[in-house]
């Protein structure tokens, strides 16, 4: 079975323009997710996937295999679906280039776990909520699940919503980390379906998998991470790293 890592990266971000080749500490971000990938032994082969020739050209320094895209892609699912057209995989990953702290050993885990589920069309990730501040930020997608795993919804919303404060129950909440699996079939079928009433309103795109019935299982793991989709996001990234 090949299992392919596919990087996609957007040079104009909508929130962030050109932030994959902005510096983290000493090193582009694009930088950071591609060691992480290629240091992932469940994978294959990575591939930087984009639509502006100065991520090709750093792409290249780095000695990544590098493929340029429609610059009509609408997410970075539709990019890594691009790349699922062109060659032969039976697993697709899509490590989302604005993810620098996704390690090696996080990728690997997933892939093995969504491997050992035949049933999931999709995999992600996702990791226990700890701070009160990161439940109350919408740029933090929060998830819920079934017993086995499997995602019921997607939310930028704190959900559950505790509504008994005096309540004994411990309450937990899970934090979704960008990074999903795919069976080849699923992702393009994925990307062929219309945009739903969901994924409109909040503007997360797996939620189109979900009013589709598509199974998309989430594993946890205790590794967190923290995606860059803003200045402030990255100021947060560089006062992590101190810590």
């Known amino acids: ?21 902005v510096k983290l500490r000493n090193k582009p971000l694009l930088q950071w997710v591609y060691e992480n990938a290629q240091n992932a032994s469940s994978l294959d082969r990575v591939i930087v996937a984009c639509d502006d020739q100065r991520i090709w050209e750093f792409a290249k320094l780095l000695t990544a295999e590098v493929m340029l895209t429609s ?81 019921l919804y997607f939310s930028r919303f704190a959900i559950p919503y505790k509504r008994d404060t005096n309540i004994k129950a411990k309450y937990q909440w899970y934090k979704h980390l960008g990074i999903y699996v795919y069976r080849r079939k699923a992702l393009l079928d994925f990307v062929n379906l219309p945009l739903g009433r969901l994924e409109k309103m909040e503007k997360l795109e797996q939620l189109r998998a979900l009013e589709n019935g598509m199974r998309v299982k989430v594993f946890i793991t205790k590794k967190d991470s923290i995606g860059i989709d803003t200045p402030e996001d990255l100021k947060r990234a560089e006062e992590w790293l101190e810590k």
């Open 71 to 151: 610059p009509d892609c609408r997410s970075g699912t539709e990019r890594v679906a691009e790349i699922a057209k062109k060659i032969k995989a039976e697993i697709f990953v899509n490590i989302q280039g604005d993810e620098p702290f996704l390690e090696a050993q996080t990728i690997d885990f997933l892939v093995k776990n969504f491997l050992s589920d035949k049933k999931a069309e999709i995999g992600t990730l996702a990791t226990l909520i700890k701070k009160e501040e990161d439940l109350n930020n919408p740029n933090i997608v929060k998830v819920v699940f079934t017993r086995d795993g499997y995602a």
């Open 1 to 21: 079975m090949k299992i392919v890592g596919v990087i996609p990266v957007r040079f104009k971000s909508t929130r962030f323009p050109g932030k994959a080749l």
